[in-house]
Structures are given as C-alpha cells and as structure tokens.
Nanobody, 123 residues
C-alpha cells in the first residue's frame, strides 16, 4: 500500500509562487508514476502534471505549461509541484496521485490518492 500526503498549499496573490510537496510512504516507488490533479470550485477534476519516477519524463496540462514544474526526489520519496505566475483560475484543491502501471493524463488509472491541499490565488 502507498500513502500520499500533500503539503504546501495556502493563500497567495496573483503572480506569486507556491511549491507543493507530496510525500509518499509504504511500498517502494521505483516503478511508479506520480501526478498532480486539481479541482476548482464548481469545476471538474483537471490534470495538472505527471512524472515518470524512473527516467523523469514529464507531461503537463495545457493550462499550466510554462508556469508549473513537476519534479521528484528519490531520497525523500517526494514529488514537488513548483507553481509560478499563479492566476486566480489556479485556485483549487490540488491532489497528488500515484500509479504502478500508468503514466499519463487520465485520473482513472491512478490507484493511490492524497487528501488534497487547498491553493487559493487572490486577484
């Protein structure tokens, strides 16, 4: 079993930056991919970014390309989401997800999920 715990959310002004962290515990992750999704108020769940744990290839949602960066730290079993140039439309609960078989943009195949961390961007 894998447990995911997000942190780093908060309130920030438009144009500012935040870094989210997702610490994973339980089974080893060498074969896992990890991702970030978000759900804004009144919106559907949206793919943000994903990273393949081995090799480090990444993919981003169109709305965050060029502003957000996903990365991972093997030693800490942690994935990060650096968010720059934040906009009010980035306001959402951000969820970390992990999969041992899938790397991509769909939320269905990710087996493990964190509880979420709130990000609020004020304009």
């Amino acid at each position: 079993q894998v447990q995911l715990v997000e942190s780093g959310g908060g309130l920030v002004q438009a144009g500012g930056s935040l870094r989210l962290s997702c610490a994973a515990s339980g089974r080893t992750f060498s074969s896992y991919a990890m991702a970030w999704f978000r759900r804004g108020p009144g919106k559907e769940r949206e793919f943000v970014a994903a990273i393949r744990w081995t090799g480090g290839s990444t993919v981003y949602g169109d709305s965050v390309k060029g502003r957000f960066t996903i990365s991972r730290d093997y030693a800490k079993n942690t994935v990060y989401l650096q968010m720059n140039s934040l906009k009010s439309e980035d306001t959402a609960v951000y969820y970390c997800a992990a999969s041992e078989r899938y790397y991509g943009v769909s939320y269905g195949p990710y087996e493990y999920w964190g509880q979420g961390t709130q990000v609020t961007v004020s304009s």
